[in-house]
Each structure stands twice: as structure tokens, then as C-alpha cells.
């Protein structure tokens, strides 16, 4: 196993923000079969005003490159 922690700056944009919330709140299917078949085996975002934290454990195999 494999794990990463990212960390980006969202715009500082409360409206922009709000929407980026709603497509993680509501993520479809296919999204979410496209990330468990790249080896992503558990992903948790958290936020803190628009600094945005996500860490993902992986399988050994996992590749950043491969996913793209």
C-alpha cells in the first residue's frame, strides 16, 4: 500500500466553492469506478477555508502518470 496527501489552494471564491462541494457530494458512478480501477483504495478530502487536503491510500502499483 501506497499513500499520498495533496494539498491545493482553491480559489478564495465562496460561490466557487460551494459548487466544488456539491459535485463531491454528488460524484457519479463512473467517476467513482475510474478511481477505484487506477488502485485508489480509500480517498478522503477535508477542507479548511480554500486549502484543500486529500489522502489516498493506494495499491502498490498505483501511478499518478497511469491515471492521466
Known amino acids: 500500500m501506497k499513500q499520498y496527501c495533496l494539498a491545493i489552494d482553491l480559489k478564495n471564491d465562496p460561490a466557487l466553492i460551494a459548487e466544488y462541494e456539491h459535485w463531491h457530494r454528488n ?10 480501477n487506477s488502485g485508489i483504495t480509500v480517498m478522503d478530502i477535508y477542507r479548511t477555508g480554500n486549502r484543500m487536503f486529500m489522502i489516498m491510500q493506494t495499491t502498490d502499483d498505483f501511478s499518478f502518470e497511469a491515471k492521466a
Open 27 to 36: 460524484v457519479w458512478p463512473e467517476n467513482l469506478e475510474g478511481i477505484t
